[in-house]
Nanobody, 125 residues
Framework: VQLQASGGGLVQAGGSLRLSCAAS????????IGWFRQAPGKEREGISW????????DYVDSVRGRFTISVDSVLNTVYLQMNSLKDEDTAVYYC???????????????????WGQGTQVTVSS
């Protein structure tokens, strides 16, 4: 599966952005899709994931209630709607795909085999 992330940009604190992760080469229904982010000088952090086949989702506490992950099976695209953005959300955001038969730690980057290129999100106060 090939992944293409897009939708990043510059936004003021309190604003919103929607990231997209378009997949090709395979149906998203066969993968766990995760969103990760990496701020300067920090490790890559898993923030949300979705099982495209049945829509199960989860979030880390720092984004829960502000971010929403969703999937459009027709477009084979996963979205990350980000609301109430804060300075600390500034990072490069990545989407990734993991094998649903082997994944255990769903927020860990090492579980994910395929990665899209990053998209920069910058939140200004």
């Amino acid at each position: 599966v090939q992944l293409q992330a897009s939708g990043g940009g510059l936004v003021q604190a309190g604003g919103s952005l929607r990231l997209s992760c378009a997949a090709s080469g395979s149906s998203l229904d066969t993968w766990y899709i995760g969103w990760f982010r990496q701020a300067p000088g920090k490790e890559r952090e898993g923030i949300s994931w979705i099982t495209s086949a049945d829509g199960v989702t989860d979030y880390v506490d720092s984004v829960r209630g502000r971010f929403t992950i969703s999937v459009d099976s027709v477009l084979n695209t996963v979205y990350l709607q980000m609301n109430s953005l804060k300075d600390e959300d500034t990072a490069v955001y990545y989407c990734a795909a993991a094998n649903p038969w082997t994944i255990v730690q769903k927020f860990e980057a090492y579980e994910y085999e395929f990665w899209g290129q990053g998209t920069q999100v910058t939140v200004s106060s």
